[in-house]
């Protein structure tokens, strides 16, 4: 079992896309273990994409991320952060296949509506970061009607 940092951006936001990328998460299989809103500081923000610090596209970024609400998400199940980044598809809307949420709902790289985790370390340092109260243990049910045996 495998916990992924999932973030819808202000424009997923924006476009009142909130339900529907959350029940593509749920449809999956996927199971909620945090779940919450806000508009990011500028602290919470550059420390979420220190990595990409020096890259020319940090200021719009940064402006972009904290301009509004974002929705902040903990999903778990069997190798999730590969599972959610196969929902959300790649960076870029255009090149993104239909049926992946980049694929089906983006043109730009920039506004790209959401994010997921990219492996084990940084699922850890991401959930740290803006869950720093824990995430939810609870006993899902449908989990049996998901995986076998
Ligand atoms: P991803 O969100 O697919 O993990 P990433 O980690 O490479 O992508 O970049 C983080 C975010 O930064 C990305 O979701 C959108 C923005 N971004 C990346 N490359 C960009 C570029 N060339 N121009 C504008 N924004 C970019
Ligand atoms: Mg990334």
Redesign the pocket.
């Known amino acids: 079992m495998e916990t992924t940092y999932i973030m819808i951006k202000p424009d997923g936001v924006q476009r009142g896309l909130v339900g529907e990328i959350i029940g593509r998460f749920e449809q999956k299989g996927l199971k909620l273990v945090g779940l919450k809103s806000m508009v990011p500081s500028e602290e919470i923000a550059a420390k979420h994409?220190e990595?990409?610090k020096e890259?020319p596209?940090f200021p719009?970024?940064m402006k972009f991320i904290t301009s509004g609400p974002v929705v902040c998400m903990a999903w778990s199940g069997v190798e999730a952060i590969k599972v959610a980044r196969t929902l959300?598809g790649?960076?870029n809307g255009r090149d993104a296949a239909p049926g992946t949420i980049r694929g089906d709902f983006g043109m730009d790289?920039?506004y790209?509506m959401i994010?997921?985790s990219?492996a084990a370390e940084t699922a850890e340092f991401e959930l740290g970061l803006w869950f720093p109260e824990g995430t939810m243990n609870w006993n899902y049910e449908t989990q049996n009607w998901v995986y076998e045996g």
């Open positions: 994409y990595v990409h890259r596209f719009g970024l959300i790649p960076t790289i920039g790209n994010h997921g990219d």
